[in-house]
């Protein structure tokens, strides 16, 4: 029987080839532990471990493509508040120069633009984050769903094979009605 101990752990950037290897040996992991003695795994049960795997390997996948470089951020937000310091006191000092003053404008305004750009970034990547926590989520409702509705079925499945019992006996008890009935003789008329 394997464990999580036996299983190779993925290097740091996995090739899709590593992780298909590795969410292989997951699900044969899942059918050995699962099988019993007389039969094996039921196909549900390892198509729904299967499913989480395979789930769980994509999103690792794309948290991985989508890991901004942190340096390149810092480089970002460092030019954005150089180049806004620079056109807020340029703007300042050349209020009476009216060549200097667009200059310090422009500068201002790339600096803002640069800052909404860094801020559009975190923006993005907490939007991700609220995506992922919603896809969760509602994988979660769905699989609690799932379980609801066999569970009913269930009930119903129960519940079909009492009121069979039920009708059953009913039947036998008009047809042993109708067999009595029919065992009387007829009373005459007008005696």
């Known amino acids: ?14 090739t899709p ?21 007389g039969e094996g795994m039921s196909f549900k049960q390892w198509q729904a471990m299967a499913k989480t795997e395979i789930a ?6 794309q948290n991985e493509v989508q890991k901004d470089d942190p340096v390149t951020r810092r480089l970002l937000f460092m030019t954005a508040a150089c180049l806004t310091t ?13 060549a200097y003053l667009v200059g310090a404008l422009v500068c201002g305004g790339a600096g803002l633009l640069l800052i909404a750009i860094a801020g559009e970034w975190r923006f ?14 509602r994988l979660a409702n769905i699989e609690a769903l799932n379980k609801r509705i066999k569970g ?18 009913t039947r036998k008890a008009v047809d042993d009605l109708h067999a009595a009935q029919a065992a009387v003789p007829p009373v005459p008329s007008g005696a």
């Open 1 to 14: 029987m394997t464990t999580d101990d036996d299983l190779p752990d993925l290097p740091l950037n996995p």
């Open 17 to 37: 080839e590593q992780r298909a290897e590795y969410i292989m040996m997951r699900l044969e992991q899942f059918i050995r532990e699962g099988r019993t003695i």
């Open 56 to 61: 769980i390997a994509v999103a690792a996948a």
């Open 86 to 98: 620079i056109g807020f006191w340029g703007t300042a000092v050349s209020l009476h120069k009216t």
């Open 124 to 137: 993005r990547k907490w939007k991700r984050k609220k995506d992922a926590e919603l896809r969760i989520e």
């Open 152 to 169: 009913l079925e269930r009930a119903l499945e129960k519940e079909e094979k009492t009121l069979e019992k039920k009708l059953k006996k």
